[in-house]
T-cell receptor, first 113, second 110 residues
Framework: EAQVTQNPRYLITVTGKKLTVTCSQNMNHEYMSWYRQDPGLGLRQIYYSMNVEVTDKGDVPEGYKVSRKEKRNFPLILESPSPNQTSLYFC????????????FGSGTQLSVL | RKEVEQDPGPFNVPEGATVAFNCTYSNSASQSFFWYRQDCRKEPKLLMSVYSSGNEDGRFTAQLNRASQYISLLIRDSKLSDSATYLCVVGSSGTYKYIFGTGTRLKVLA
Protein backbone atom coordinates (compact mmCIF):
# COMPACT_ATOMS: atom_id res chain seq x y z
CA GLU A 1 0.00 0.00 0.00
CA ALA A 2 1.29 3.43 -0.99
CA GLN A 3 1.84 5.45 2.14
CA VAL A 4 3.79 8.01 4.10
CA THR A 5 4.72 6.68 7.53
CA GLN A 6 5.37 9.19 10.25
CA ASN A 7 6.42 8.45 13.83
CA PRO A 8 5.68 8.97 16.60
CA ARG A 9 2.00 9.91 16.53
CA TYR A 10 2.24 11.73 19.87
CA LEU A 11 5.30 13.12 21.61
CA ILE A 12 5.66 15.03 24.85
CA THR A 13 9.06 16.40 25.69
CA VAL A 14 10.77 19.11 27.67
CA THR A 15 12.50 22.27 26.52
CA GLY A 16 15.97 21.66 25.14
CA LYS A 17 15.81 17.89 24.75
CA LYS A 18 16.72 16.98 21.17
CA LEU A 19 14.16 14.95 19.27
CA THR A 20 13.63 13.47 15.83
CA VAL A 21 10.37 12.81 14.05
CA THR A 22 10.76 10.21 11.34
CA CYS A 23 9.09 10.19 7.94
CA SER A 24 9.30 7.49 5.32
CA GLN A 25 7.53 7.00 1.99
CA ASN A 26 7.32 3.88 -0.17
CA MET A 27 6.27 5.52 -3.44
CA ASN A 28 9.73 6.46 -4.73
CA HIS A 29 8.70 10.11 -4.59
CA GLU A 30 11.25 12.78 -5.38
CA TYR A 31 9.68 15.52 -3.30
CA MET A 32 9.16 15.47 0.46
CA SER A 33 8.13 18.23 2.80
CA TRP A 34 7.38 19.03 6.44
CA TYR A 35 4.51 21.22 7.62
CA ARG A 36 3.28 22.42 10.96
CA GLN A 37 -0.35 23.18 11.62
CA ASP A 38 -1.47 25.65 14.25
CA PRO A 39 -4.99 26.93 14.98
CA GLY A 40 -5.91 29.87 12.78
CA LEU A 41 -2.69 29.63 10.78
CA GLY A 42 -3.21 26.63 8.56
CA LEU A 43 -0.38 24.42 7.36
CA ARG A 44 2.93 26.17 7.04
CA GLN A 45 5.92 24.67 5.30
CA ILE A 46 9.04 24.10 7.41
CA TYR A 47 11.48 22.46 4.99
CA TYR A 48 11.25 20.59 1.75
CA SER A 49 13.47 18.39 -0.37
CA MET A 50 13.49 17.92 -4.11
CA ASN A 51 15.78 14.90 -4.03
CA VAL A 52 18.50 13.12 -2.09
CA GLU A 53 20.92 15.59 -0.49
CA VAL A 54 18.81 18.53 -1.71
CA THR A 55 16.90 20.41 0.99
CA ASP A 56 15.52 23.93 1.20
CA LYS A 57 13.86 26.19 3.71
CA GLY A 58 10.14 26.73 3.71
CA ASP A 59 8.30 29.54 5.44
CA VAL A 60 9.07 28.67 9.07
CA PRO A 61 12.45 26.85 9.22
CA GLU A 62 13.83 28.40 12.42
CA GLY A 63 14.57 25.83 15.10
CA TYR A 64 14.35 22.85 12.75
CA LYS A 65 16.76 20.72 10.75
CA VAL A 66 16.17 18.06 8.14
CA SER A 67 18.24 15.61 6.17
CA ARG A 68 17.66 13.58 3.01
CA LYS A 69 20.31 10.89 2.88
CA GLU A 70 18.01 8.38 1.22
CA LYS A 71 15.11 8.98 -1.11
CA ARG A 72 12.54 7.36 1.13
CA ASN A 73 13.39 9.06 4.44
CA PHE A 74 13.11 12.68 5.50
CA PRO A 75 13.48 13.09 9.27
CA LEU A 76 12.66 16.33 11.08
CA ILE A 77 15.09 17.23 13.85
CA LEU A 78 14.51 19.66 16.68
CA GLU A 79 17.93 20.22 18.26
CA SER A 80 16.63 22.26 21.20
CA PRO A 81 12.83 22.25 21.26
CA SER A 82 10.99 25.19 22.73
CA PRO A 83 7.33 25.56 23.79
CA ASN A 84 6.51 27.58 20.65
CA GLN A 85 7.24 24.45 18.65
CA THR A 86 4.27 22.73 20.22
CA SER A 87 2.20 21.93 17.17
CA LEU A 88 0.75 19.28 14.88
CA TYR A 89 3.34 18.22 12.31
CA PHE A 90 2.77 16.57 8.95
CA CYS A 91 5.19 15.03 6.54
CA UNK A 92 4.16 14.87 2.90
CA UNK A 93 5.54 13.51 -0.34
CA UNK A 94 4.83 13.99 -4.01
CA UNK A 95 6.05 12.43 -7.24
CA UNK A 96 7.96 15.53 -8.32
CA UNK A 97 5.81 16.36 -11.29
CA UNK A 98 4.15 19.73 -11.02
CA UNK A 99 0.50 19.84 -10.07
CA UNK A 100 0.56 16.39 -8.55
CA UNK A 101 -1.17 15.74 -5.24
CA UNK A 102 0.55 15.58 -1.88
CA UNK A 103 0.43 12.39 0.16
CA PHE A 104 0.45 13.08 3.89
CA GLY A 105 1.62 11.11 6.87
CA SER A 106 -0.81 10.67 9.76
CA GLY A 107 0.73 13.50 11.76
CA THR A 108 2.72 13.98 14.95
CA GLN A 109 1.25 15.95 17.82
CA LEU A 110 4.23 17.45 19.64
CA SER A 111 4.01 19.11 23.04
CA VAL A 112 7.09 20.86 24.40
CA LEU A 113 6.82 21.63 28.11
CA ARG B 1 -3.31 40.07 2.96
CA LYS B 2 -2.96 36.31 3.23
CA GLU B 3 -1.87 34.49 0.08
CA VAL B 4 -4.83 32.12 0.33
CA GLU B 5 -7.95 33.11 2.22
CA GLN B 6 -10.94 31.11 3.30
CA ASP B 7 -13.95 31.82 5.49
CA PRO B 8 -13.27 29.68 8.58
CA GLY B 9 -16.98 28.99 9.19
CA PRO B 10 -18.38 26.89 10.69
CA PHE B 11 -21.04 26.34 8.09
CA ASN B 12 -23.86 24.44 9.79
CA VAL B 13 -26.19 22.90 7.22
CA PRO B 14 -28.94 20.26 7.37
CA GLU B 15 -28.54 16.94 5.65
CA GLY B 16 -29.46 17.17 1.99
CA ALA B 17 -28.54 20.84 1.68
CA THR B 18 -26.28 22.35 -0.93
CA VAL B 19 -23.35 24.33 0.39
CA ALA B 20 -20.64 26.32 -1.34
CA PHE B 21 -17.24 27.54 -0.18
CA ASN B 22 -15.00 30.08 -1.82
CA CYS B 23 -11.29 30.58 -1.55
CA THR B 24 -9.37 33.60 -2.83
CA TYR B 25 -5.70 33.67 -3.74
CA SER B 26 -3.40 36.63 -4.21
CA ASN B 27 -0.73 35.35 -6.60
CA SER B 28 -1.95 35.70 -10.16
CA ALA B 29 0.85 33.37 -11.32
CA SER B 30 -0.63 30.43 -9.39
CA GLN B 31 -1.00 27.38 -11.57
CA SER B 32 -2.41 24.53 -9.56
CA PHE B 33 -5.43 24.41 -7.31
CA PHE B 34 -6.79 21.77 -5.03
CA TRP B 35 -9.40 21.09 -2.38
CA TYR B 36 -8.30 18.87 0.48
CA ARG B 37 -10.49 17.48 3.22
CA GLN B 38 -9.23 17.25 6.78
CA ASP B 39 -10.98 15.46 9.61
CA CYS B 40 -10.23 16.59 13.13
CA ARG B 41 -6.46 16.41 13.82
CA LYS B 42 -5.95 13.94 10.98
CA GLU B 43 -3.95 14.23 7.80
CA PRO B 44 -5.36 16.21 4.88
CA LYS B 45 -6.59 14.09 2.00
CA LEU B 46 -7.10 15.22 -1.57
CA LEU B 47 -10.74 15.78 -2.37
CA MET B 48 -10.25 17.06 -5.89
CA SER B 49 -7.97 19.05 -8.12
CA VAL B 50 -9.49 22.16 -9.69
CA TYR B 51 -9.18 22.65 -13.42
CA SER B 52 -9.71 25.78 -15.48
CA SER B 53 -12.86 24.40 -17.08
CA GLY B 54 -14.31 23.34 -13.76
CA ASN B 55 -14.77 19.75 -12.77
CA GLU B 56 -17.23 17.51 -11.01
CA ASP B 57 -16.86 14.37 -8.94
CA GLY B 58 -20.17 12.95 -7.82
CA ARG B 59 -21.77 15.46 -5.45
CA PHE B 60 -18.74 17.75 -5.53
CA THR B 61 -18.11 20.47 -8.09
CA ALA B 62 -15.05 22.69 -8.21
CA GLN B 63 -14.68 25.89 -10.19
CA LEU B 64 -11.78 28.20 -10.92
CA ASN B 65 -12.15 31.90 -11.71
CA ARG B 66 -8.75 33.23 -12.73
CA ALA B 67 -9.98 36.75 -13.46
CA SER B 68 -11.24 37.18 -9.91
CA GLN B 69 -8.63 34.83 -8.43
CA TYR B 70 -10.86 32.49 -6.55
CA ILE B 71 -11.82 28.85 -6.52
CA SER B 72 -15.03 27.38 -5.23
CA LEU B 73 -16.32 24.07 -3.98
CA LEU B 74 -19.97 23.11 -4.20
CA ILE B 75 -21.31 20.16 -2.25
CA ARG B 76 -24.78 18.92 -3.19
CA ASP B 77 -27.01 16.68 -1.10
CA SER B 78 -24.81 17.03 1.99
CA LYS B 79 -24.23 13.92 4.08
CA LEU B 80 -23.36 13.71 7.76
CA SER B 81 -20.06 12.20 6.66
CA ASP B 82 -19.19 15.41 4.79
CA SER B 83 -18.61 17.13 8.13
CA ALA B 84 -14.95 18.11 8.06
CA THR B 85 -12.63 21.02 7.38
CA TYR B 86 -12.04 21.82 3.71
CA LEU B 87 -8.64 23.21 2.82
CA CYS B 88 -7.98 25.27 -0.26
CA VAL B 89 -4.47 24.69 -1.64
CA VAL B 90 -2.75 26.77 -4.29
CA GLY B 91 0.49 25.93 -6.07
CA SER B 92 2.81 28.51 -7.59
CA SER B 93 3.90 28.36 -11.18
CA GLY B 94 7.17 26.52 -11.76
CA THR B 95 7.73 25.68 -8.13
CA TYR B 96 6.71 22.99 -5.72
CA LYS B 97 5.49 25.47 -3.19
CA TYR B 98 1.94 24.88 -2.03
CA ILE B 99 0.10 27.47 0.02
CA PHE B 100 -2.66 26.23 2.28
CA GLY B 101 -5.69 28.16 3.36
CA THR B 102 -6.68 27.92 7.00
CA GLY B 103 -9.72 25.85 6.09
CA THR B 104 -13.48 26.12 6.17
CA ARG B 105 -15.27 24.02 8.72
CA LEU B 106 -18.47 22.28 7.64
CA LYS B 107 -20.95 20.64 9.99
CA VAL B 108 -23.80 18.70 8.45
CA LEU B 109 -26.64 18.30 10.91
CA ALA B 110 -29.16 15.46 11.09
Amino acid sequence: EAQVTQNPRYLITVTGKKLTVTCSQNMNHEYMSWYRQDPGLGLRQIYYSMNVEVTDKGDVPEGYKVSRKEKRNFPLILESPSPNQTSLYFCASMSGHLNEKLFFGSGTQLSVL
Amino acid sequence: RKEVEQDPGPFNVPEGATVAFNCTYSNSASQSFFWYRQDCRKEPKLLMSVYSSGNEDGRFTAQLNRASQYISLLIRDSKLSDSATYLCVVGSSGTYKYIFGTGTRLKVLA
